[in-house]
Nanobody
Framework: QVQLVESGGGLVQSGDSLTLACEFFGGAFYDYTMGWFRQAPGREREFVAA????????YYTDSVKGRFTISRNYRKNAVDLQMNSLTSDDTAVYYCNVDFRTAASPWITKTAWGQGTPVNVSS
């Protein structure tokens, strides 16, 4: 069973940087896309960034373009999210997500979520 474990959240001040990591266990993926979502208090979960396992151009929501960078960590099965110039608008619980297919069932796309890691940016 695929498991995602996030780390790196915390309390920072406006303008600071923070790096989130998402490590996945329990899967040998035929194809996958990993991403980050976030949910602020009282708001719906929203997409932040994503990258395909095979590489290629990452995707970002407009509000984080130029500030956040998503990248694969090939030393371990992980994806990092480097967040720079943080503002209070970035305060949220950040969730790691993977959409994947396995070699055994390449026609089926499955989804897994991490438990979330909180990021609090004080102004």
């Amino acid at each position: 069973q695929v498991q995602l474990v996030e780390s790196g959240g915390g309390l920072v001040q406006s303008g600071d940087s923070l790096t989130l990591a998402c490590e996945f266990f329990g899967g040998a993926f035929y194809d996958y896309t990993m991403g980050w979502f976030r949910q602020a208090p009282g708001r719906e979960r929203e997409f932040v960034a994503a990258i395909r396992g095979s590489g290629g151009t990452p995707y970002y929501t407009d509000s984080v373009k130029g500030r956040f960078t998503i990248s694969r960590n090939y030393r371990k099965n992980a994806v990092d999210l480097q967040m720079n110039s943080l503002t209070s608008d970035d305060t949220a619980v950040y969730y790691c997500n993977v959409d994947f297919r396995t070699a055994a069932s390449p026609w089926i796309t499955k989804t897994a979520w991490g438990q979330g890691t909180p990021v609090n940016v004080s102004s």
